[in-house]
């Protein structure tokens, strides 16, 4: 893809760990409340704080925010949250499916296990994002998105308040674009108006 | 760098038709998205050059059935998982079936019976356990064997007995179990209450009625139609104010059955009304 080229991205999945929730509260107020493309959030995290996520993101937006459920199909317009202790699995239906199966890098959803699923069934319609974080998880998983040909970007890795995952991404030479916070939203705005 | 062999959705199909053809086993109403990991997986795990290999083997080596069955189906489990879960069942719905005269129990893809002993643990501190029989069984034979023999690696014990104190366990969780090198043997007075046995979800029918079925993270796997049919299954095995109960993820909420249940308050848990 040439640069600055933007694909025709279907479905947005973004990838966060440790420090990853002020950046991601950061984007989603500089989104298009106008946000057609579907975006999934998959971050580490304890369980219990599964709606405690969607209500604090919902403060941030006008774009509908919900925990996505096992079975339900991906809707425009909305911004769903990847529950906490399941691995999130896509379907070619355009239904998502929870998995309970062993820990990927130690995580439970884990990020490879999202992007490379539905790298799988949306290839070169799908734009996966990695923010901050201090693990590899999301490394494997870009280069399948690559692989398919989809979107691959990391968060700008000073930008990140942990730079580790991004970096990590960065380094394996998996990665398209290096955004900033506000590089990202504008890149999302920017893509949901190309689509309109 | 892992090089790992993605397989096509054709190619899984191939391979469930193989297995239903060959050994009758139909995993068509699975999760496509779940066996294509699971199968891309045990590709790398048994070092499977390419899916043909796989294939091959799957057809030519009827002993490989059983350990692809068990790798390409979830079988992750611990005790006590989700201890509000337990809580509830100790608070909400023992007490309401102790007064029946025996207590009949199913747990629907018990995978290695942790979640089998926590309840046999639950009923002994509730004073059911020696008129209580808990039925446990899974698609695969193996887990099965395993989970009837009640040994579990001790290195998961400190988060087990963690996770059954939250629950609301009353007592010191080591006197279920006897430690013996890097693993445990939980009592004798717990397995004898067990009733192991297979049971395919998909083709098996129901086999007695329960007070309670529980039955969590297994629906998850399935398609909607195999759900519905499962509900299904498990309505016609539970008796009037029977339970049902289900993983944190879980719903009855769209089911042919929903109507005749009511959920114990806001637990994964729905009692038979009707």
């Known amino acids: ?196 | 760098m892992r090089t790992e062999i993605h397989i096509t959705e054709e190619q899984l199909q191939l391979l469930l038709n193989s297995l239903w053809d060959l050994y009758g086993y139909d995993l068509n109403n699975y999760s496509k998205a779940s066996l294509t990991r699971r199968v891309t997986r045990l590709m790398a795990l048994d070092r499977f050059p390419s899916f043909a290999e796989l294939l091959y083997k799957v057809k030519s080596d009827k002993h490989y059935l059983k350990h692809l069955i068990e790798e390409i189906t979830v079988n992750v489990t611990e005790m006590f998982r989700d201890p509000p879960f337990y809580k509830a069942l100790r608070n909400l719905v023992l007490p309401e079936i102790a007064s029946k005269p025996f207590i009949r129990i199913w747990h629907a893809g018990c995978a290695t019976g942790e979640e089998v002993f926590s309840m046999a643990i639950l009923l002994h501190e509730c004073n059911l356990l020696n008129k209580s029989l808990l039925y446990a069984t899974d698609i695969n034979p193996d887990v099965v064997e395993k989970a009837k023999k009640g040994i579990f690696p001790i290195s998961q014990m400190k988060e087990y007995s963690e996770n059954y104190m939250a629950s609301g366990g009353t007592g010191d969780f080591s006197q279920y179990y006897t430690a013996k090198y890097d693993h445990v043997i939980f009592n004798k007075s717990l397995r004898e209450r067990m009733i192991y046995s297979t049971h395919n979800l998909v083709s098996d029918s129901s086999f007695n009625e329960f007070q309670l079925v529980i039955c969590r993270n297994v629906l998850i796997y399935f398609d909607k139609d195999l759900q519905s049919r499962v509900f299904e299954l498990f309505d016609n095995s539970i008796e009037q104010l029977g339970y049902l109960a289900l993983g944190a993820k879980e719903t009855l909420k769209f089911s042919g059955i929903y109507p005749k249940y009511k959920q114990v308050e806001k637990e994964k848990i729905w009692r038979k009304e009707k």
Not at chain 1, 24 to 30: E, H, R
Not at chain 1, 50 to 62: F, G, N, R, Y
Not at chain 1, 100 to 109: A, G, I, L, M, Q
Not at chain 1, 168 to 187: C, S
Request: proline share 3%.
């Open chain 1, 1 to 196: 893809m040439a640069q600055g080229e933007i694909g025709i991205s279907k479905l947005v999945l973004i990838g966060g760990s440790a420090g990853s929730l002020e950046a991601l509260l950061d984007i989603v107020s500089n989104l298009d409340s106008a946000m057609q493309i579907p975006i999934i959030l998959v971050l580490h995290r304890k369980s219990s704080s599964d709606s405690l996520l969607s209500d604090l993101l919902s403060t941030k937006t006008k774009i509908a925010v919900k925990e996505i459920e096992d079975k339900e199909k991906v809707q425009a317009a909305h911004i769903y949250v990847a529950p906490g202790d399941y691995h999130i699995l896509f379907e070619a239906d355009g239904t998502v499916a929870l998995d309970d199966s062993e820990k990927v890098n130690y995580s439970r959803p884990s990020i490879d296990v999202a992007f490379e699923s539905a790298a799988e069934i949306y290839g070169a319609s799908l734009c996966c994002m990695l923010l901050s974080g201090a693990n590899s998880d999301g490394t494997n998983g870009l280069r399948y998105v690559k692989e398919r040909k989809g979107v691959a970007i990391a968060q700008a890795p000073q930008a990140a308040e942990v730079a580790f995952m991004p970096q990590n991404a960065i380094d394996n030479r998996v990665v398209d674009y290096v955004l900033d916070n506000k590089e990202i939203a504008n890149y999302l705005n920017r893509l949901n108006a190309e689509k309109a």
